[in-house]
C-alpha cells in the first residue's frame, strides 16, 4: 500500500489517542505537539499525522502546510480509527483530512477541468480522496502544520526560502520523502509552493502555473483561466511520456 515515515507517529500515537472528542485548540496547540518554534520570526509547527507516503502514486499534490483545520481533522481521524494498524490509520488520516474543506472542492473542480481523471482511468478527481487515494500522494512542502504569528501560515513571510528552519522541514521531510516516488506529476498549489520547488528541483515534472485553491484566494479563478491550455499541454506531455 504504501509506508509510514520516520518514528514521529510513534512517539506521538498515544498522546494523541488519549485526547477526548470534541478537540478544542488548547489539546493541539500546546507544548506536547510543539515540534519546535522561532521566537524571533513568530513561526511555531506542531506535530501533524501526515506520515503516511504512497510510493506508487503517480501525482503528487503539494500544498503549503495543513492549517489547523486540517491538523484538527487529521487528530480527530486518529482517535477514530485507534483500532486500526498505524499505516491503514494514517492512509484513512491522508484520505480525510488532506486539504479537507472548501480547499478540496476547489481543487477537485481545477483537476476534473485539466483532464487528470482522464489521464489516470478514474471518473472524478474526487475518488482521488477515495476509491483512487492510491494513484496520489497529498501532501504539504512543510508537512506539519506552521503557524506565522498564531495563524496559518501562508507561504508568503517570512520567506520559506530565506528562513532556515523552514527550509529544513522542506529538505529532510518533502524532499526527502517524494524521493521514493519514481518519475511522478508534482502539482505545486500555489506560486509560494512553486518558488520553493523551482529552487529545490530541476528535473522534476512540476506543473506550472496552477493556483492556491483556498477560497481565500480571489484571483484563483482567474489565474487557472488564463494558464488551462498551458497547463493541460503539460499534463498530456507528462503522460505521453510516462504511459
Given at each position: 500500500?504504501?509506508?509510514?515515515?520516520?518514528?514521529?507517529?510513534?512517539?506521538?500515537?498515544?498522546?494523541?489517542?488519549?485526547?477526548?472528542?470534541?478537540l478544542s485548540d488548547h489539546d493541539l496547540l500546546n507544548s506536547t505537539f510543539l515540534l519546535e518554534k522561532d521566537e524571533k520570526k513568530k513561526l511555531e509547527v506542531y506535530y501533524t499525522p501526515f506520515d503516511f507516503i504512497n510510493e506508487k502514486a503517480k501525482v503528487v499534490i503539494a500544498?503549503?502546510?495543513?492549517?489547523?483545520?486540517?491538523?484538527?481533522?487529521?487528530?480527530?481521524?486518529?482517535?477514530?480509527?485507534?483500532?486500526?494498524?498505524?499505516?491503514?490509520?494514517?492512509?484513512?488520516?491522508?484520505?480525510?483530512?488532506?486539504?479537507?474543506?472548501?480547499?478540496?472542492?476547489?481543487?477537485?473542480?481545477?483537476?476534473?477541468?485539466?483532464?487528470?481523471?482522464?489521464?489516470?482511468?478514474?471518473?472524478?478527481?474526487?475518488?482521488?480522496?477515495?476509491?483512487?487515494?492510491?494513484?496520489?500522494?497529498?501532501?504539504?512542502?512543510?508537512?506539519?502544520?506552521?503557524?506565522?504569528?498564531?495563524?496559518?501560515?501562508?507561504?508568503?513571510?517570512?520567506?520559506?526560502?530565506?528562513?532556515?528552519?523552514?527550509?529544513?522541514?522542506?529538505?529532510?521531510?518533502?524532499?526527502?520523502?517524494?524521493?521514493?516516488?519514481?518519475?511522478?506529476?508534482?502539482?505545486?498549489?500555489?506560486?509560494?509552493?512553486?518558488?520553493?520547488?523551482?529552487?529545490?528541483?530541476?528535473?522534476?515534472?512540476?506543473?506550472?502555473?496552477?493556483?492556491?485553491?483556498?477560497?481565500?484566494?480571489?484571483?484563483?479563478?482567474?489565474?487557472?483561466?488564463?494558464?488551462?491550455?498551458?497547463?493541460?499541454?503539460?499534463?498530456?506531455?507528462?503522460?505521453?511520456?510516462?504511459?
Open positions: 500500500m504504501g509506508m509510514v515515515t520516520e518514528a514521529k507517529f510513534h512517539i506521538y500515537k498515544e498522546k494523541i489517542v488519549s485526547l477526548d472528542l470534541p500544498g503549503i502546510t495543513p492549517g489547523f483545520h486540517q491538523m484538527k481533522k487529521a487528530y480527530t481521524t486518529v482517535i477514530e480509527n485507534r483500532h486500526l494498524n498505524d499505516e491503514e490509520l494514517l492512509h484513512n488520516v491522508k484520505k480525510s483530512a488532506s486539504f479537507e474543506g472548501t480547499m478540496r472542492k476547489n481543487l477537485i473542480a481545477m483537476l476534473d477541468e485539466l483532464d487528470l481523471p482522464r489521464y489516470l482511468g478514474i471518473s472524478s478527481s474526487n475518488d482521488l480522496f477515495g476509491s483512487a487515494s492510491h494513484l496520489v500522494y497529498t501532501t504539504s512542502i512543510l508537512p506539519h502544520a506552521v503557524f506565522f504569528n498564531h495563524r496559518n501560515f501562508n507561504g508568503s513571510r517570512p520567506d520559506i526560502l530565506k528562513t532556515e528552519m523552514l527550509l529544513e522541514y522542506v529538505k529532510n521531510n518533502f524532499i526527502k520523502d517524494t524521493s521514493r516516488i519514481e518519475h511522478p506529476l508534482i502539482i505545486p498549489l500555489g506560486v509560494n509552493v512553486s518558488k520553493v520547488l523551482d529552487h529545490c528541483y530541476k528535473n522534476k515534472h512540476t506543473l506550472k502555473g496552477f493556483p492556491h485553491p483556498s477560497g481565500s484566494n480571489g484571483h484563483r479563478h482567474k489565474q487557472f483561466q488564463e494558464n488551462l491550455q498551458e497547463m493541460k499541454r503539460q499534463v498530456e506531455n507528462y503522460f505521453l511520456i510516462n504511459s
